[in-house]
């Protein structure tokens, strides 16, 4: 193990872009949900006429409240999300850190349990984030109304096993719209966005 990484793995932490904001799923996620409401209904005032202004936070909540709870179902510990617009825009991009766990059973091998929870992605590669060895997976993820997904988007995924656990995993999930080709220029500049993102990522250790 790397002198680094001796001792126990307290959590994480990154460098976000500017204009966004992280959203915590474990504890205090109604009163950043509000905040960020209540930033929105500022930032739009001048937009739309007073009689609407209500109904438009609500509508911002309701929509935030919903990527909050599938967030919060996914396992996960923390939600970030853009709330600034860049050149006039507010991208139509997320991220997710969860943390799974998994027994290792029967000869399974820790690489065997990365490969599992990338298995359904299009395209996946070794990863090195902060010392640690771990699996990046990209895929496209097709509209399906049945499950309440309206629109298709583009994920990438960081499986990263945690220093000094056996059984414990961050997995950290990014997913984008673009500009509705997934395949497209902006699309690919939010996902190479999120790549660098993620070279700032590191343990904590204590």
Not at 97 to 116: C, F, P
Not at 124 to 143: D, K, L, S, Y
Request: a negative charge; charged letters at 25%; aromatic letters at 8%.
């Amino acid at each position: 193990m790397p002198p680094s990484q001796a001792g126990s793995t307290i959590g994480y932490t990154l460098i976000i872009p500017p204009g966004w904001t992280k959203i915590p799923l474990r504890e205090g996620t109604a009163e950043v949900v509000k905040e960020i409401c209540d930033d929105a209904a500022r930032r739009i005032a001048h937009e739309v006429p007073k009689d609407k202004l209500i109904e438009a936070r609500l509508e911002i909540y309701r929509r935030l409240s919903n990527v909050v709870k599938d967030a919060q179902r996914r396992d996960g510990l923390d939600l970030y999300i853009p709330v600034e617009p860049l050149h006039g825009h507010i991208a139509p991009a997320s991220f997710i850190v969860a943390k799974i766990g998994a027994q290792l059973k029967g000869g399974v091998s820790r690489q065997d349990v990365m490969t599992r929870l990338v298995a359904d992605f299009d395209f996946t590669e070794p990863t090195q984030v902060h010392e640690t060895v771990g699996v990046r997976g990209e895929r496209i993820v097709p509209a399906n109304p049945e499950k309440e997904i309206e629109f298709p988007s583009r994920h990438v995924d960081y499986v990263l096993p945690i220093p000094n656990s056996e059984a414990d995993w961050i997995v950290v999930s990014f997913s984008t719209l673009g500009d509705g080709d997934l395949e497209g220029d902006y699309s690919t500049l939010l996902v190479e966005l999120f790549d660098s993102l993620m070279t700032t990522f590191r343990w904590r250790i204590e």
